[in-house]
């Protein structure tokens, strides 16, 4: 019993965790390049519904999830445009594309869905699949843990990718330069409006992937709650995992973990066991991520331009 609710709450931490690891990669990608980004929520639920769309209506996921990536590009871009072009308040842009995302989803929705604020659901046999399954003992210890969807793993790859290229490449640490000393790399001769488009754009993508992750892999439809607060989590995460890849897969695998418990406690056996309002429970990831703000977001020290709009002629 007790290896059983272990193995349960492990293989539900990695499950949640990872749409969170997406949309937290996504802005750390971005910050990095000196652009804060705190529209991830919009991004991820736009994410969600195209993902979702596509995917039942040509009954492939992986299509949705593709699609969800570029659904997200596509917002990050009016990031880019509005803050690197036009040097608008990075904030005030993030917050817009907070409210863009789920209206354009809604409106969308109930255009292809005769009226529903929800997509029809995909098939099982259309919904990501899981490469591990039937390797294991069937609900065993490391069936219950390992047997995830394909999502899951993509996720915690694209998290040593993204490592390696922002600390292991040229491109990473122009990134990084631009981020923290956007005049000293402009005068290397580095493109920064270039780069930070490219991040930006990028961190879209990652974000519209951690959507879909919701909506054509955990669940397989998309709801007009389903992705509610996903994104500010995430961003919760990047800062308690001080704007590097590493860090942002460790406070997603906290977060991830908070759900996971959520839903352990919530199983019929334990709730005769334990009986705990369903409010309350849904309430431990969001209190969890404002004590891990309050407690830790002093210590974490964002890229020195971040949120900075760079004036290439300013003197």
Request: neutral net charge; contains cysteine; charged residues 10%.
């Amino acid at each position: 019993m007790f290896l059983e609710s272990v193995a349960f709450i492990l293989g539900t931490t990695l499950m949640y965790a990872t749409p969170l690891l997406y949309a937290a990669l996504g802005g750390t990608v971005s910050e990095n390049a000196g652009v804060v980004n705190i529209g991830l929520e919009g991004m991820m639920t736009f994410g969600a519904f195209v993902g979702a769309a596509v995917g039942y209506f040509l009954q492939d996921a992986w299509l949705g999830f593709v699609a969800a990536g570029v659904a997200g590009g596509l917002l990050a871009l009016l990031h880019a445009v509005a803050c690197v072009t036009f040097k608008a308040n990075q904030v005030v842009s993030g917050i817009a594309l907070n409210f863009i995302g789920p209206g354009i989803s809604l409106f969308c929705s109930r255009l292809l869905f005769d009226g529903a604020t929800q997509t029809l659901a995909l098939p099982l046999d259309a919904k990501i699949s899981r490469p591990l399954n039937g390797v294991f003992p069937q609900n065993g210890f490391w069936d219950m843990v390992l047997n995830q969807y394909a999502t899951v793993y993509v996720g915690f790859f694209l998290a040593g990718v993204l490592w390696f290229v922002l600390y292991r490449t040229r491109l990473g640490l122009r990134l990084r330069a631009v981020g923290e000393h956007p005049r000293a790399a402009d005068t290397l001769g580095i493109d920064v409006d270039r780069l930070k488009y490219l991040a930006v754009v990028s961190g879209g993508v990652l974000a519209g992937f951690g959507g879909a992750a919701m909506s054509v892999a955990v669940v397989s439809r998309f709801s007009a709650t389903l992705i509610c607060g996903q994104g500010f989590i995430a961003l919760a995460a990047m800062i308690f995992g001080k704007w590097k890849p590493q860090g942002a897969a460790a406070a997603c695998l906290l977060f991830g973990a908070a759900q996971g418990l959520v839903v352990f406690m919530g199983r019929a056996d334990m709730q005769r066991l334990l009986p705990v309002p369903s409010q309350l429970l849904a309430m431990i990831p969001f209190i969890l991520t404002l004590a891990i703000l309050v407690g830790f977001v002093g210590k974490a020290v964002a890229p020195a331009a971040d949120g900075i709009p760079y004036e290439k002629d300013a003197a």
